[in-house]
């Protein structure tokens, strides 16, 4: 028999393959001791969410001539999970709500008639596979993917322009009058700006904070601002965010603006609101992905640059060294799916940094463009609400340290490599590699190379031996202790941790070079037995055990 993609004999979720003929022209019939579960043909009915996964047993009966045969094949057909359903159900409520508050009709603003009609047919075929206690994930897939592009279609066929009115030839048209000129306004236009002159940084003292008027979206500095504060960083206030620029882009943003004058040069930072209407393609984009994606507050585009009399004379887009972003929180939000993100041109996504403290959300950024705060949960289809490593691959998943193994997919007990830990610990301390790797297995090309490389350099891979890494071996849960604590020291920056742990019952299997490793990492939190109290140092890490003790890393 014949599985779909992902699936084993001991995780069913799609339609399975039960051949009718064998080697040597034997005929083969099948029967289920639950038809209505999987029938004769193969077809696979899952639980509904909430009911136990089903055990299924398919006999196969071979024939040839006269003589027959039975075998049997057991298996087990996992049950619908809740979070299935969650991204349609919210797909749903959204398109709902989207046509609640659309009119028809010729104006802007309006939608022309006949388009609500299919959204609603839309709605209305989503909420009937939603109800369909038997409906499979892919049928689950498949509506939202129809509901999201009926979706879209539908926001693209808003009026933008009204209706041209040509006037009847026997009216003479009326000679307009002159249109008035506008009122000069600032260089600026309509945006609020804060300036700031040499005095007003000479007064600073301590943590050197500067706020900007209410409203204010752009601020301007003298273009000494590294000398005139000490070389220290500044702080700019704004309503619900704050920029910290260190001195030494404040010192690159002078050194920009050699032979214009001083007096007329000025640094402006810019921290503009963006529309509420982007966040609906990124929010869309995450439930194409089983993402539920929100964004918390308001999305802002940054900029930095040095002007001349108020022309802009060079945008640095680059830093040296990263300025620190700090947001303000309204409301409760989930501290292990939220964070800050920059946002491309095509609404990728990229994760920038997330540590919250006091309501405040922090983090560091190289370049600026469009960021903000979202808070993302991934779902996957094989791993449910109830599964003990769930909290730690969402979190991972929505700080981009882990990925699926397809798009639904997780894979939560296959094993892991070496070359796939090291990439692990890379992404999750932020590591970058600076030079070229030691060892003769790892290609310079290949996928994990620099992954290696930062591990390594970072003093928490050795290698098998000095030329070898073994990247395509899979990690025993031993080297992963070591490992592990390795990158603990170069996280705390100190090894400065407890000698002792859990005594595992299987103690004397753990190879004497991790058994400090493995001790510590069980006193620390950072890595648990397998159950009544056993190690099992020489099983492979699987999936689920990797995103777990990462995760524990990171909260460590």
């Known amino acids: 028999m014949g599985y779909a993609e992902g699936d084993d004999a001991a995780l069913v979720t799609d339609n399975v393959t039960l051949p009718t003929t ?17 029938s004769a043909a193969g077809a696979v009915v899952r639980p509904a969410a909430g009911e136990p996964d089903a055990a299924v047993v398919l006999t196969a009966t071979l024939t040839k001539g006269e003589a027959t045969d039975k075998k049997t094949f057991a298996v087990v057909v996992k049950s619908m999970t809740i979070e299935d359903r969650t991204a349609l159900r919210q797909a749903i409520d959204a398109a709902q709500a989207l046509l609640d508050g659309a009119v028809e009709g010729a104006n802007p603003g309006q939608y022309p008639a006949g388009s609500k009609a299919a959204l609603q047919a839309a709605v209305a075929a989503a909420e009937a596979a939603y109800g369909n206690s038997a409906a499979t994930a892919q049928q689950l897939d498949d509506a939202l993917a129809s509901l999201a592009s009926a979706a879209d279609a539908f926001k693209k066929a808003v009026i933008t322009q009204g209706p041209v009115i040509v006037p009847d030839p026997a009216t003479p048209t009326p000679t307009p009058t002159q249109t008035p000129k506008p009122t000069p306004t600032p260089a600026d236009g309509n945006k609020v700006v804060t300036t700031f002159n040499d005095e007003d940084l000479k007064r600073l003292s301590g943590d050197l904070v500067l706020s900007a008027a209410k409203d204010a979206t752009r601020v301007l500095l003298p273009i000494r601002a590294a000398d005139l504060t000490g070389n220290k960083p500044i702080r700019i206030q704004f309503n619900a965010i704050s920029i910290e620029l260190p001195a030494e882009v404040l010192s690159e943003a002078q050194s920009s603006a050699a032979g214009q004058p001083t007096d007329k040069t000025r640094i402006a930072l810019e921290a ?59 409301g409760a939000v989930n501290p292990d799916l939220t964070g800050v993100y920059f946002i491309g041109g095509q609404n990728e996504l990229q994760y920038a940094g997330g540590k919250i403290e006091n309501n405040v959300i922090t983090a560091q950024v190289r370049h600026f463009s469009t960021y903000a705060v979202l808070e993302i949960n991934k779902r996957f289809n094989d791993v449910s609400e109830s599964n003990w490593a769930s909290p730690a691959i969402k979190s991972l998943a929505a700080k981009q340290i882990v990925n ?22 890379t992404r999750s301390l932020g590591l970058q590699s600076t030079g070229s790797n030691p060892f003769n297995d790892v290609k310079s090309d290949a996928w994990y190379a620099d992954a290696v490389t930062a591990v390594y350099e970072a003093g928490i891979v050795t290698g098998r031996d000095p030329q070898t890494f073994e990247p395509a071996k899979t990690i025993t849960r031993q080297e992963a202790a070591v490992m592990l604590m390795r990158a603990y020291a170069f996280q705390s920056g100190s090894r400065d941790v407890p000698a002792a742990g859990t005594v595992f019952s299987d103690q004397a299997n753990i190879s004497a070079w991790a058994q400090d490793a493995v001790s510590q990492a069980s006193a620390l939190g950072l890595l648990k037995g397998k159950g009544a109290n056993v190690f099992m140092p020489q099983t492979s890490l699987t999936r689920a055990e990797a995103a777990q003790i990462v995760y524990a890393l990171l909260n460590s």
């Open 22 to 38: 064998a080697a040597g022209d034997v005929a083969v019939s099948w029967s289920s001791d639950k038809p209505e579960v999987i």
């Open 272 to 330: 503009a609101p963006v529309s509420q209407a982007r966040a609906e393609p990124i929010q869309n984009a995450g439930l194409l992905n089983r993402a539920a994606v929100q964004v918390v507050g308001q999305m802002y585009e940054f900029s930095l640059s040095v002007t001349t009399e108020g022309n802009e004379a060079k945008k640095i887009s680059e830093f040296a060294k990263p300025l620190t972003l700090r947001f303000a929180l309204e």
């Open 404 to 425: 699926g193994t397809t798009e639904t997919e997780y894979t939560p007990n296959r094993s892991v490599s070496r070359a796939e830990f090291a990439a692990l610990l």
